[in-house]
């Protein structure tokens, strides 16, 4: 079994297991959580399982994808983070969620800017993306905290927008 990607102050990153379905499911598929995430809906068990898939994918292409958070006092996934394509878009952008219990506590943050580290030292990442939904303030604190600038909302095609941030080698946050 591999190491953990990274670690921080509280937390262990690390690549997916298929013993991770039942805690992918209970954070991917909790409505409350996902109301922010894509449409908003929570994914099903099959969902889950192909993301497992798409997952071993795409660390064997690109070396990175989703990894399992859990804190290192504690066993046990509490949330997932990773920095991906989605739709095969050219830049790598950060994707987090924590389990409900474990929100408000600065553990997002943390994976995010351990995340955008690793991504930046391990694999010369130089630019990384993120996009919430506009309305999402938790989010863009998360971000801006972990060291990403606010850049443009972007009309989407369905008449919504997305709010992106980004971040680049060398800058520090606005």
Same mark, same amino acid.
């Given at each position: 079994?591999? %190491? ?17 379905? +039942?805690?992918?499911? $209970? ?22 399982? &192909?993301?497992?898939? !798409? ?6 292409? *690109?070396?990175? %994808? ?19 394509? +989605?739709? %095969?878009? +050219? ?5 987090? $969620? ?35 939904? +506009? &309305?999402?303030? $938790?989010?863009? *604190? !998360? ?6 600038? *606010? ?11 997305? &709010? ?11």
């Amino acid at each position: 079994m591999l %190491g953990p990607e990274f670690n921080t102050e509280r937390l262990l990153v690390r690549r997916w297991h298929d013993s991770d379905l +039942p805690a992918l499911l $209970a954070v991917y598929g909790d409505a409350e959580a996902m109301r922010w995430v894509g449409d908003g809906r929570a994914i099903t068990h099959e969902e889950c399982v &192909q993301w497992l898939g !798409v997952t071993r994918a795409n660390y064997e292409k *690109r070396g990175y %994808g989703m990894f399992a958070i859990e804190e290192r006092s504690s066993p046990g996934v509490i949330g997932f983070c990773g920095i991906v394509h +989605p739709g %095969g878009q +050219p830049e790598p952008e950060v994707k987090y $969620a924590l389990l409900r219990s474990h929100w408000g506590r600065g553990l997002a943050t943390e994976a995010v800017s351990g995340l955008i580290a690793y991504g930046a030292s391990k694999h010369n990442l130089a630019f990384i993306i993120a996009t919430t939904a +506009p &309305q999402n303030v $938790a989010s863009h *604190r !998360v971000l801006l905290k972990a060291g990403m600038r *606010r850049a443009e909302l972007r009309a989407n095609d369905d008449g919504t927008h997305t &709010q992106l941030f980004h971040w680049r080698s060398g800058h520090s946050a606005a």
